[in-house]
T-cell receptor, first 113, second 119 residues
Framework: EDKVVQSPLSLVVHEGDTVTLNCSYEVTNFRSLLWYKQEKKAPTFLFML????IEKKSGRLSSILDKKELSSILNITATQTGDSAIYLCAVYAGGTSYGKLTFGQGTILTVHP | DTGVSQDPRHKITKRGQNVTFRCDPISEHNRLYWYRQTLGQGPEFLTYFQNEAQLEKSRLLSDRFSAERPKGSFSTLEIQRTEQGDSAMYLCASSLRRGGPTGGTDTQYFGPGTRLTVL
């Protein structure tokens, strides 16, 4: 059974702090890893990572995949209150898992002013 | 708004009733997915379609759950004889799969979800 684990489960920081969220996975025939941000509604897409060691960046957010360690990190620098959300990691795998995303349980990030 | 839309956004029903949810994907997307999300958990895959073909349905939670996408556009998810344990957020996502059915990945874009409460 495919498995995705995120840590920490929750994190409380102050504006301006830098945070690192972790995602590890155990899947058969890994294809790609995706990060989503979920506020009070639907998950919104942040990044897709398929190649190890390549960093994806968007403003203050960045992410990198380590296929050797079967993990990924999501960094947020200079956090703002608007970054408060649940951050979800999900993995595409092949074989019998083909077509579906397996999600981790999410990291709840709270940014205080 | 050209994103994924879902209807209704909230549904309250009594145990034993049937409910049906609708999802309208992004117009050019050929793949449509249904997920369920409970409090404190990430979305859990239920089923998906490529055009009108349902390619995976073994993850539907029981035979009370069924999904259709009759013309390859919108989809419906039906839950018969609802139980209190069915209370959850039901999310729909869509993606554009180019080329063959195997290999590669595509980005799934999610709708706002339908929150179901079974009393």
């Amino acid at each position: 059974e495919d498995k995705v684990v995120q840590s920490p489960l929750s994190l409380v920081v102050h504006e301006g702090d830098t945070v690192t969220l972790n995602c590890s996975y155990e899947v058969t025939n890994f294809r790609s890893l995706l990060w989503y941000k979920q506020e009070k509604k639907a998950p919104t897409f942040l990044f897709m990572l398929t190649s190890s060691g390549i960093e994806k960046k968007s403003g203050r957010l960045s992410s990198i995949l380590d296929k050797k360690e079967l993990s990924s990190i999501l960094n947020i620098t200079a956090t703002q209150t608007g970054d408060s959300a649940i951050y979800l990691c999900a993995v595409y795998a092949g074989g019998t898992s083909y077509g579906k995303l397996t999600f981790g349980q999410g990291t709840i990030l709270t940014v205080h002013p | 708004d050209t994103g994924v839309s879902q209807d209704p956004r909230h549904k309250i029903t009594k145990r034993g009733q049937n409910v049906t949810f609708r999802c309208d994907p992004i117009s050019e997307h050929n793949r449509l997915y249904w997920y369920r999300q409970t409090l404190g958990q990430g979305p859990e895959f239920l089923t998906y379609f490529q055009n009108e073909a349902q390619l995976e349905k073994s993850r539907l939670l029981s035979d009370r759950f069924s999904a259709e996408r009759p013309k390859g556009s919108f989809s419906t998810l039906e839950i018969q004889r609802t139980e209190q344990g069915d209370s959850a957020m039901y999310l729909c996502a869509s993606s554009l799969r180019r080329g063959g059915p195997t290999g590669g990945t595509d980005t799934q874009y999610f709708g706002p979800g339908t929150r179901l409460t079974v009393l």
